[in-house]
């Protein structure tokens, strides 16, 4: 199978997190896994059947309906979760889908290992596809973070005032070794590029008849 593994320092996520990326699914075997953190700490499939965090979850087939978006098409999957609000939630473009409380007293552990494109090495949920800006951040978002953070597609920005909870980043993922033949790992949407592009230009000749 094809994937990258690797070991992240979770201390700063032990009693808060929240973990967010863009998933495309293209071809993948039953309950294709787009990653996972030690194994079922952090957990969950691109069908729905599995959203789970420290090891099990009353959400397990609970959203598979909510999980319809056709093959080929980007949607933003985000989980949140801290010791305070001892609430588990689960956010499909932006929008909450699922709940559910945690053991009081329970932390995320520490020490294991976070695979994207498979639940673990030689296991059979494969996920073939592809990803974009995964990232973890030591902090539980809000509702309207979350819905920041996926607001403008694959053009969405990170905002500034997050960027300091943002712990395992993408940019960071990507310099990382792959297994197999892990291709469709992209570092930048060539549409948001452009409308970059566009923006600066507009900018530019407006501060020339400002001139």
């Known amino acids: 199978s094809s994937y990258i593994r690797f070991f992240p320092d979770?201390?700063?996520?032990?009693?808060?997190?929240?973990?967010?990326?863009?998933?495309?699914?293209?071809?993948?075997?039953?309950?294709?896994?787009p990653f996972a953190y030690k194994k079922y700490e952090?957990?969950?499939?691109?069908?729905?059947?599995?959203?789970?965090?420290?090891?099990?979850?009353?959400?397990?087939?609970?959203?598979?309906?909510?999980?319809?978006?056709?093959?080929?098409?980007?949607?933003?999957?985000?989980?949140?979760?801290?010791?305070?609000?001892?609430?588990f939630k689960v956010y499909l473009n932006g929008?909450?889908?699922?709940?559910?409380t945690t053991a009081s007293g329970r932390k995320l552990q520490t020490g294991g290992a976070l695979v994207l494109g498979n639940h673990s090495p030689g296991y059979?949920?494969?996920?073939?596809?592809?990803?974009?800006?995964f990232n973890i951040y030591s902090k539980e978002l809000t509702p309207a973070e979350v819905a920041t953070v996926s607001a403008s597609?694959?053009?969405?920005?990170?905002?500034?005032?997050?960027?300091?909870?943002?712990?395992?980043?993408?940019?960071?993922i990507l310099k990382l070794p792959r297994s197999g033949t892990v291709t469709n790992f992209i570092d930048r949407d060539p549409r948001c590029?452009?409308?970059?592009?566009?923006?600066?230009?507009?900018?530019?000749?407006?501060?020339g008849k400002l001139e």
């Not at 059979?124 to 800006?133: K, V």
């Open 153 to 172: 597609g694959l053009c969405t920005e990170i905002p500034e005032h997050l960027e300091k909870y943002r712990i395992i980043k993408w940019e960071d």
């Open 42 to 87: 952090i957990f969950m499939t691109d069908d729905g059947k599995y959203n789970r965090l420290f090891g099990s979850s009353s959400l397990d087939s609970t959203l598979t309906s909510k999980f319809t978006v056709p093959a080929g098409t980007f949607y933003s999957y985000c989980s949140t979760w801290s010791l305070a609000s001892l609430t």
């Open 95 to 100: 929008k909450l889908v699922g709940t559910e």
């Open 124 to 133: 059979g949920h494969r996920f073939g596809g592809e990803m974009y800006n």
């Open 193 to 207: 590029v452009s409308l970059a592009a566009a923006a600066i230009e507009q900018m530019q000749a407006y501060r």
């Open 10 to 33: 979770m201390s700063e996520m032990t009693e808060k997190y929240s973990l967010c990326l863009w998933i495309r699914k293209l071809q993948s075997e039953s309950r294709p896994c």
